[in-house]
């Protein structure tokens, strides 16, 4: 998918106006706090989400305006396309090709990104529920079904939990905990399967990914660490009855914490360079690396899913990179559409094939 023309009114810190960028990479280049990230957020709404930031709707108008609307053009499926966003009064608007649609959810079925910013490096760098979180989301761009599965999941270990607070108090209550592991194993072994699946391809195009950025000097590797045992190769009923024994297991554990210690939601991946850890050992700048491949490879997968190419934003991704490794980036990954924002000047000169925006206060030029 190409982006055509955006057009921005009332968003963030940025002057109303448009931009047409062109089809391979386009570089926005300016100082800090001028809206560079904030042109890219504007993009990143068309997926359907919310602020890659984690800001709140509200927070996207601009000072002492009441509402903020952003057009897209767009070619994707195999044609010229136009959505429109409008927030005001705590209400979105959404329109697609001129026919209002009552849920954002419908610009999911049009349009696609992946977005690098430097928030992601938490994937390497803290616990563990990021890394899930990086799993579920990149999962539930390409299979609907896992959404739902993954929200059935989640409410039956509320549940359990609750139930499990309420053991403490009310001992005859035990008798009951069957039933919820029975269905958490229903939920849980359809989610780790789609989970090993879906790590066991990452792996492979993420480390493709790092041998270019690398210039093949380091090797990635990804494992997924399931808390019960599961392997890649396993079917579905090996799965749950594993998760059934881990369950079984844990029950004197999930007594006396009053919680579910066993199961999907207690998972990681970990994130090796050269077959060491990438958070312990591995530098700033491969630790970057490491996510960015991880990004690339889920724009890859998602375009042999879908059969169309996501756009790519990469917000602050140059620093911390040698020159070898931005050049990369900025030249050799322009089979997508990518959008990179940078501060330094000498980045926006390595560009070979593309356009640059320069934006000072607001104001695109």
Known sequence: MIIK??????????SNGEI?????????YGDNAQGKTNLLEAIWLFCGGHSFRGAKENELITFDDSFFRLTMDFNSYGRDQNAEII????????????????????????????????????????????????LDGAISQQRIKYVAALS?????????????????????????????????CVCGALILKERLQY?????????????????????LDIEYISNCGAKEDDTIEIITQKLRDAYQKSRSEDYHTGYTNIGPHRDDMEIKINSISAKTFGSQGQQRSAVLSLKLAQAQMLFEKNGEKPVILLDDVLSELDSKRQ????????????????CEESNKEQLKNGKVFYINGGEVK
Not at 5 to 14: A, V
Not at 162 to 183: G, N
Not at 330 to 337: A, E, I, R, T
């Open 152 to 184: 059935k999941y989640n409410q039956i270990i509320n549940q359990r939990n609750a139930l499990l607070k309420d053991i403490y108090k009310h001992k005859e209550l035990k008798d009951t905990l069957p039933i919820w592991d029975d269905s958490l």
């Open 87 to 134: 927030f005001t009064q705590n209400k979105k608007k959404i329109k697609i090709n001129g026919v209002e649609k009552n849920s954002s959810s419908y610009l999911t079925e049009i349009f696609s990104c992946v977005v690098f910013s430097p928030e992601n490096m938490t994937l390497v760098k803290r616990g563990p529920s990021l890394r899930r979180k990086f």
């Open 199 to 219: 790590i066991k391809d990452l792996k492979i195009y993420a480390k493709n990914f790092h041998d270019d950025i690398s210039s093949g000097k380091e090797n």
């Open 327 to 342: 050049d990369f980036l900025l030249n050799k990954v322009d089979s997508y559409q990518v959008f990179v924002t940078c």
């Open 20 to 28: 047409t960028p062109c089809e391979k990479v386009n570089v926005i």
């Open 5 to 14: 023309k955006l057009r921005f009114e009332n968003f963030r810190n940025l």
